[in-house]
């Protein structure tokens, strides 16, 4: 186990990243803290009572580097409750550096294979208050093509990562 603080604009919060829940995942996760991938990344998808996406480089070269470099998927064992971190995907084996965090019992994603890799243990209320104000709008495609220059012109408002970085 090990934990990660993120400092953000609208605060810090800290999560529990458990690899004996997704092994896959936690090691990515520790890749990406280690690389310092997520530092810059806007929150840039909120939905409501349902999730909240980040993990699109800023820098659309690292993004790109990023974007081919899928891992496997892991079993489920947790289930996606509110506060769990998972790693989105757009099929089997296509985990690479975006996340989420679920607002409420997300439980309906566990048979779809979304496989939780850790929990938020402290600042969910800085979770819950992330600006979301522009819903799904961001083009994904955009945002990695564009990177921040594209969000930062057209979605100033967006909440990002300062940094994340170990805690323990």
């Given at each position: 186990m090990f934990h990660v603080k993120f400092d953000t604009t609208a605060g810090s919060f800290t999560i529990r990243v458990d690899e004996n829940w997704a092994p896959r995942g936690a090691a990515r996760m520790k890749e990406l803290v280690e690389q310092q991938v997520l530092d810059g990344c806007r929150f840039f998808r909120i939905v409501p009572d349902f999730i909240v996406q980040f993990g699109i480089n800023g820098d659309p070269d690292t993004a790109a580097r990023w974007r081919s470099a899928a891992i496997e998927d892991d079993p489920v064992t947790q289930s996606n409750r509110r506060g769990t971190l998972t790693f989105a995907m757009a099929g089997p084996n296509t985990r690479t550096t975006q996340l989420f965090i679920n607002f409420r019992d997300n439980s309906f994603l566990d048979g779809?294979?979304?496989?939780?890799?850790?929990?938020?243990?402290?600042?969910?209320?800085?979770?819950d208050k992330l600006y979301a104000g522009y819903g799904e709008k961001p083009d994904q495609a955009r945002i990695q093509r564009e990177g921040n220059a594209y969000l930062d012109a057209e979605f100033p408002e967006l909440d990002y990562i300062k940094t994340a970085r170990f805690a323990d």
């Open positions: 779809q294979g979304f496989a939780p890799i850790g929990e938020v243990t402290e600042g969910m209320d800085i979770v």
